[in-house]
């Protein structure tokens, strides 16, 4: 085997990614997933105004996109009602963590985060070689007190949280997140992860002041919007912060018709509060698969559910092997006492239909 020169760092990160993608399951079992509600996108699609603008744009597909993306960020900027210098825009809020590691994390750094919340952001803050300080979840939630607590002891650079938080779906109400805010330690900054912040009910999502140095929210069009596979998410944030972006971040990294889809997504709010409604029923369908199999879901916020299979994570993932051979796609937490639960999308009443006779015929194979 040739032996690179790669980093001293790059020679001691695990080989293993944050979620290995349906595909590469498709491929590994040589057979494809009937239903996909796995991934926590979104099976209602965008709206038929981003199809036309992707449509529109494809012949303008050989130019780069904009690299400092004026339309989309001034479109962002006034559906948030800031001024477009609080914006950036990256390759979905993945893409934009992977910058935010690289803006801030040196060896050795610390780094809040729940153990079992979303993996993605420990990914790379490793590989920019920072250690996480985890704090337990409480009650399901993560636990806002006990992550400040922690940022007490430890003044990490970074402190994360997302909320609604995946993969429990369950979600703070915006004074917590208020309160975190103010407690957050000098010379720290709060990761605010709203990844599903459109799906969110009333009273969930802070007013933040948009000059506030403490804290940098993350939005996507990736879950509401229907757009994960155009990989478009962007940080709110003081501009000074957004600034910093610009010394490291991939300048071309945002395509044209990516563009053109969310300006669009973004026109068309009457579309995204019907997929919202579609959602919240959904997820009332996947509550009353869950009662008619005598199992717990916990209450979400999402446009996915935690279904709570009773017992320990192995019986939960002896379900999920069974719900994967069934050709079913849905994931679990990756912790205790989360992966008591399998975590289950939301999905068209077909899909739905599908996923409710397979979870029944997987409960009563592993409970024997
Ligand atoms: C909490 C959370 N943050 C971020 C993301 C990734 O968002 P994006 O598609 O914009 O990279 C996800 C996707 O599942 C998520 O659940």
């Not at 971040?249 to 068309?268: E, K, P, T």
């Not at 997820?283 to 717990?296: C, F, G, K, S, V």
Request: proline share 6%; with cysteine; aromatic share 10%.
């Amino acid at each position: 085997m040739p032996e690179y020169r790669t980093s001293s760092l790059a020679k001691k990160l695990p080989s293993t990614v944050p979620f290995v993608g349906p595909e590469a399951q498709e491929r590994a079992h040589e057979r494809a997933f009937r239903v996909r509600i796995g991934a926590n996108e979104s099976v209602f699609g965008p709206s038929p105004q981003v199809k036309k603008a992707i449509n529109t744009a494809a012949i303008n597909a050989w130019k780069y996109g904009d690299p400092e993306f004026f339309d989309l960020r001034h479109a962002i900027a006034e559906h948030h009602k800031v001024a477009p210098e609080h914006i950036m825009v990256g390759e979905g809020i993945d893409g934009l963590f992977g910058y935010l590691a690289r803006l801030f994390i040196e060896p050795g750094d610390k780094v809040v985060t729940s153990a079992g919340a979303y993996p993605t952001f420990n990914f790379h803050v490793a590989g920019y070689g920072g250690e996480l300080a985890l704090a337990s979840y409480r009650d399901d939630h993560e636990d806002a007190d006990a992550l400040i607590e922690l940022s007490q002891i430890h003044r990490p650079k970074l402190i994360y949280i997302a909320n609604p938080d995946n993969p429990m779906g369950t979600w703070w109400p915006a004074n917590t997140i208020e309160k975190m805010i103010e407690q957050v330690p000098d010379g720290s900054l709060l990761v605010l992860d709203e990844a599903y912040g459109e799906f969110a009910p009333d009273g969930v999502l802070p007013t933040i002041d948009p000059f506030d140095p403490c804290v940098l929210r993350f939005r996507t069009f990736s879950k509401a919007y229907g757009l994960a596979g155009i990989r478009v998410g962007y940080a709110i944030g003081e501009p000074t912060l957004i600034k910093e972006f610009n010394k490291i971040r991939n300048h071309f990294g945002v395509g044209s018709l990516a563009q053109a889809a969310c300006v669009a997504a973004l026109s068309d709010q009457a579309y995204l509060m019907q997929t919202v409604l579609d959602v919240a029923a959904a997820r009332e369908r996947l509550y009353q698969i869950a009662l008619d199999n005598d199992i717990q879901s916990i209450p979400s916020a999402t446009n996915f559910v935690a279904l709570d299979c009773g017992r320990d994570g192995e019986f939960a993932s002896t379900v999920l092997q069974h719900l994967i051979g069934n050709g079913i796609f849905v994931r679990m937490p990756g912790i205790a006492p989360l992966n008591r639960c399998i975590r289950v999308s939301v999905g068209e009443q077909k899909d739905l239909d599908q996923f409710a006779e397979a979870l029944k015929g997987a409960l009563k194979a592993v409970s024997g």
